[in-house]
């Protein structure tokens, strides 16, 4: 998705169109997931994993993933990605949280 929106704005600032950024924000971990609504069903995901993806999110950069701990953890040995630590980063509401962007070679 994100390689997809860069090269979109890319083409789309050339043509003097207007184009947005996207930030990524991954964490990993339990969450619970339903149905809501009654006229019109939703499928949706809550929890502490999903509010601290939003924080890693609201972190990033613009054309950037970036990751939590636990998600490096899980990423780390994968040879098609690389990673570049950010130290431990103030998230509201959660502390500080070590982050890293990430980037599939």
Known sequence: MQAFIVTRKI???AQN???FEMRVGIHTGHVVAGIVGKSKFQYDIW???VNTAA???SNGSAGKVNISQAMYELLKGETAFTFESRGKIEA???GKI???FVKRE
Do not use: Q
Request: proline share 0%; no cysteine.
């Open 92 to 94: 509201k509401g959660k």
């Open 55 to 57: 924080r890693i999110e």
């Open 98 to 100: 070590e982050m890293y």
């Open 17 to 19: 169109k207007l184009a």
């Open 47 to 49: 929890g502490d994993t």
């Open 11 to 13: 083409e789309l600032d």
